[in-house]
């Protein structure tokens, strides 16, 4: 099994890290500064602030989404009707919206 040497990725952890230079069947590996892996930033200097950057632009879409909702729906929200989107209800849309930026 051969790998694609262009979906490789090398991150160089440390201060005193010599970053050798790595290659793949004769091409060189891209540098990266920070890498995404099931969900999770790896930084080059192991910081959580990239992290907790895409956590906390994640939550504002939410809150925005939640605060159209409410402003949008102009019939009492005893309407179930008023809520529902191509058979979904609004609520559950946002809801599975939000269970996935959380996973």
């Known amino acids: 099994m051969k790998f694609n040497v262009d979906k ?3 991150v160089h952890y440390g201060k005193h890290n010599i ?3 790595y290659s793949l069947y004769g091409q060189p590996i891209t540098e990266v500064a920070s890498e995404k892996d099931l969900g999770v930033v790896f930084s ?3 910081k959580v602030s990239i992290q907790c950057r895409e956590a906390y632009s994640k939550a504002s879409q939410s809150l925005g989404l939640i605060h159209t909702i409410i402003h ?3 019939k009492p929200v005893s309407s179930y009707s008023s809520l529902q989107v191509h058979g979904k209800t609004t609520l559950g849309i946002l809801f599975s919206s939000l269970e996935s930026t959380l996973c």
Do not use: G, I
């Open 8 to 10: 490789c990725k090398v």
């Open 19 to 21: 970053e050798f230079q």
């Open 44 to 46: 080059r200097d192991l």
């Open 72 to 74: 949008k729906v102009q």
